[in-house]
Structures are given as C-alpha cells and as structure tokens.
C-alpha cells in the first residue's frame, strides 16, 4: 500500500524502505523471544536467567502464533534476519445497542534492534495499524516508554489521561476493601 507523506512522517532510511514486514509465524518464536529479552532485560533487571525466559516466553509465543487466538504479531526482516517486532492484541467488547464501537486493541512489544533502527519502528507500526484499521478496531492503546511517545503522536495517539489502570496486588491481604 502507498500512501502520501504526511507532515510528521519520519524519513525512512534506504535500509529501513528495503527491510520486509511480514506476519509472524511460530517458526519465528524463538527469535522473538530473544528480541523481547534484549528489550526487557535492557530496562529493568531480570527476575529470571536468559535461557529460562526464552524457553518460557518462545513456548507463548508459538502457541499463539499457532492457535486462533486474539494475538498478532508482525516482524520486520534484513537479509534474513529478525530485527525487529510488535505484537497486536484485538479485545472484542461486549455487544450492546447503542452503536458504540465493540473492538479495541492493546499495542504491545513494538522494538527494533538499535543498530537498525531509522524508520523500521514506524513501519511496524503502520503495518499493525493498517490490520486494526483492515479488521473494525476502533481503538489501540498502548503504555509507551519514554522514547517512544514521539512515535505514537505522529501516528495520531494522544497522551492524557483517560485509561484507567489498577495494578493488582498477588497479596490481596494488605489491599484496602
């Protein structure tokens, strides 16, 4: 698909315009697995060793590249390499009658390698939003990281205040009733 430029796109590099996008296959789990380390591990400690999360996470991932589950995901490849990922999960609301939209869509694990980055980002994520486009989602939320707020607005999201989150607690003995 080509689409116009419009004010705020960002450049892609010659590289990044020449990487594939392509669905992910559970043959790629172990290579996304790797990739979520990389980016997970590099900003908070792990709880848990390298090879215990990737066995772990790569058996996740697989099963629901595999199974009719809501999970998408889309990889970005470099001669043959995996270097990049984002991960789409479509939440189908409740029916009502009142017309209101009935599928959102939770954007998650949208990461590049460093060494590639320059436009791969933004095309990973114009791929995903196409699909939510393609498929009735009417909306994508995500929780960014500071880097990459820049990213989402250019691409039309908005940062304020009207997800509501709680953090639940495993101990639920010392929460207040």
Known sequence: ???????????????????????ATSADAGMLAEL???????????????????KRCAAWMRSELTTPHAWRAWVAVDEGAIIGQ????????IPNPIGEAERH????????????RGGTGTRLLET??????????DRV????????????LKH???HGG??????????FSSSSR
């Open 105 to 116: 869509a939770y954007l998650s694990n949208l990461y590049v390698k460093p060494s590639e």
């Open 36 to 54: 979520r380390w990389e980016f997970r591990a590099a900003r908070q400690p792990p709880v848990e060793t390298h090879d215990a999360f990737v």
């Open 141 to 152: 939320v995500l929780w960014p990281s500071p880097r990459s707020v820049t990213l989402y």
């Open 156 to 158: 039309g999201f908005t």
């Open 86 to 93: 984002v991960w789409l999960n479509a939440l189908e609301k």
């Open 162 to 171: 009207d997800v509501m989150e709680l953090r639940v607690e495993k101990d």
């Open 1 to 23: 698909m080509v689409r116009r430029r419009r004010p705020g796109d960002v450049a892609l590099s010659p590289r990044a315009a020449m990487t594939v996008v392509r669905s």
């Open 128 to 137: 995903a939003l196409a699909w939510a486009r393609e498929h009735g989602v």
